[in-house]
């Protein structure tokens, strides 16, 4: 009955917030009679636990801690990137134009990244899709042929008929 007083005793001590060290246990040796002490120091200080209050008209129960709000952050929405539509549109030379100089600028637009040639010569397309290329001319008609690629394989092609006259 003793040990259980002693029990009971450390219990109450810790509820209280004893800031003081525990008493050195007291428990029968294994095999020895109830009434013979066993003495075991202490050698590690005790952290003194938190205090309940209580008023009388409280009870001695512990309360929740209320936590902050946590940050409202609306969910991840995801935005489907569909890849332009490819095409071709060559804005200059006008087809069937008479000029009397022997280069002229063919100029267009197409899906950024498409592979543009002008006659077989490679145009560079900038980020925007815009291409322009210098061709020199020869007297009388010339055909400009403009095709545009995409890494899909398809393919658009324009023809332009420029007459050179000096």
Same mark, same amino acid.
Request: charged share 10%.
């Given at each position: 009955?003793?040990?259980?007083? /002693?029990?009971?005793?450390?219990?109450?001590?810790?509820?209280?917030?004893?800031?003081?060290?525990?008493?050195?246990?007291?428990?029968?040796?294994?095999?020895?009679?109830?009434?013979?002490?066993?003495?075991?120091? /202490?050698?590690?200080?005790?952290?003194?636990?938190?205090?309940?209050?209580?008023?009388?008209?409280?009870?001695?129960?512990?309360?929740?801690?209320?936590?902050?709000?946590?940050?409202?952050?609306?969910?991840?929405?995801?935005?489907?990137?569909?890849?332009?539509?490819?095409?071709?549109?060559?804005?200059?030379?006008?087809?069937?134009?008479?000029?009397?100089?022997?280069?002229?600028?063919?100029?267009?637009?197409?899906?950024?990244?498409?592979?543009?040639?002008?006659?077989?010569?490679?145009?560079?397309?900038?980020?925007?899709?815009?291409?322009?290329?210098?061709?020199?001319?020869?007297?009388?008609?010339?055909?400009?042929?403009? /095709?545009?690629?995409?890494?899909?394989?398809?393919?658009?092609?324009?023809?332009?008929?420029?007459?050179?006259?000096?």
């Amino acid at each position: 009955m003793k040990s259980i007083s /002693v029990y009971v005793v450390a219990v109450a001590l810790l509820v209280a917030g004893c800031t003081q060290p525990a008493p050195p246990s007291t428990q029968p040796a294994a095999g020895a009679p109830l009434s013979t002490p066993v003495s075991t120091p /202490v050698s590690t200080p005790v952290t003194p636990a938190p205090t309940l209050t209580t008023s009388p008209t409280q009870s001695a129960t512990p309360r929740s801690i209320p936590t902050p709000e946590a940050a409202s952050i609306p969910p991840a929405t995801s935005i489907p990137i569909t890849p332009a539509a490819f095409f071709l549109k060559v804005t200059a030379p006008q087809d069937e134009s008479v000029v009397t100089t022997g280069t002229v600028q063919v100029t267009g637009e197409t899906t950024p990244n498409a592979v543009v040639t002008v006659n077989s010569q490679l145009a560079e397309v900038d980020a925007d899709g815009r291409f322009q290329v210098s061709l020199n001319l020869t007297e009388g008609p010339n055909l400009i042929e403009v /095709v545009a690629s995409d890494f899909s394989n398809n393919q658009f092609r324009e023809l332009r008929t420029v007459i050179f006259v000096r």
